[in-house]
């Protein structure tokens, strides 16, 4: 078995109950139950369009779901619930990220948001993410690749229990993806969970995601 | 209070590597206030007439011209779903925002303003009337104007949608500011500015709360 198996939690962190979702008068899909607990990665399969986006950003508190509902530490969460907001973590299609601010500033400006920071400095947390001699460059000027590592930064400096990550692997390249890899292994150790999309598998070698899929009829 | 300091310095950084961009509305408005005296009728009495009106309409559409930018790119860039799911209040961050968008546009405007009097003939009686309205003012455009972006920010052209939700908000703002520099040269003016500072205040207290709601609406 895995190891990320002994440290899952009993009592799930988010509880998705009869969930649906629909974008504009389209349904994306209905009756979702989903359970996300510490100690885990999920990992969310659809083909393209089915509405991976859409219920991540559900399960964030962005949009709210079409029926049904979502309970937080088996309280019913209430969109917009601050002690909520400051366990979740979410990095969407578009990163956040400042294209005319350096990354160092993009950083201290999430940490000031997030409200909680883990005490890892801005710094150790880029040079982890193999960006380190960047900080001070516009993000403009940077790759696409290096641009997602920025993003996936905050990670480290903001402290949270779940992970919301939409594509986290799109830009990446192998070095990248090992290096989400371990960051996603440490976080789960330390009990917290990851909600994460990819309509590619990827090959991760620490962490093994629990896949499921919001295919219609799957 | 942090992200509230966080989010004025980082959108006054952006406007500072930006500054062409930054500084359009104060040019356009200068450009405007420039141009009518050449339009019209470059006589004295005529300027000291119309000089208080064309202030304040210029002031008025160099804030209009500039409001979408408040919301924009951090729609388009993903900050504001951050700024959506941070566990700090909203409104106070909507509040930081309105503050620096005033920073950026308004000040200016405030700043400008006793060169550009003179230029329009007005009598320098009635410049102190004329700083305080647009110290009283300006700050309202600003938070009123917040409401509009956050509820137009969701759609591609919400321009001209824009102009029409916010230019009947804005219009006590003219007829009190432009009404008081009228009556300066003479005339008590207590009321206006009296006014106009109450609106400020309603503003400024309401205005982060409905922005703040309206932007929950425009982003899900």
Known sequence: MPQTELHRDRNPLLEAVDLSCSRGHRTLFENLALQVSGGEVVQILGANGSGKTTLLRVLCGLQPPAAGSLRWRGRDMSPGAPEVYAEVQFIGHAGGVKLDLTPRENLDVAIALGGRPTGTTVATALARLGIGKFGRRPVRTLSAGQRQRVALARLLTCASLLWVLDEPFTALDADGVSIVDAMLYEHIRAGGAAIITSHHPVALGRVTPRPVSIDAGA | ?220
Not at chain 2, 4 to 27: C, K, T, Y
Not at chain 2, 96 to 110: E, F, M, Q, R, S
Not at chain 2, 168 to 192: E, H, K
């Open chain 2, 1 to 220: 209070m942090n992200a509230f300091i966080a989010i004025v310095r980082r959108d006054l950084l952006l406007a500072m590597r930006h500054r062409a961009e930054a500084a359009n509305p104060l040019l356009f408005f200068v450009i405007v206030v420039a141009l009518v005296p050449l339009g019209l009728n470059p006589r004295r009495e005529t300027l000291e007439l119309i000089a208080p009106g064309v202030f304040w309409i210029g002031a008025l559409l160099a804030t209009l011209l500039s409001l979408e930018r408040m919301f924009r790119s951090d729609f388009d860039d993903g900050s504001l779903e951050l700024m959506l799911i941070s566990p700090q209040p909203l409104p106070l961050i909507v509040l930081a925002k309105i503050l620096a968008h005033w920073l950026v546009t308004g000040l200016p405007l405030v700043l400008a303003a006793p060169p550009i009097a003179l230029l329009l003939g007005l009598p320098t009686s009635s410049l102190a009337v004329l700083l305080t309205t647009l110290v009283l003012g300006t700050p309202t455009l600003s938070a009123v104007g917040a409401i509009g972006v956050a509820l137009t920010v969701g759609l591609r052209r919400g321009g001209m949608l824009l102009s029409l939700l916010v230019l009947p908000l804005y219009i006590p703002v003219l007829i009190f500011a432009a009404s008081a520099v009228s009556a300066a040269d003479g005339l008590p003016v207590t009321g206006q500015l009296y006014l106009l500072g109450a609106l400020a205040v309603l503003s400024f207290t309401l205005a982060p709360l409905a922005a703040a709601a309206a932007l929950r609406i425009s982003v899900s």
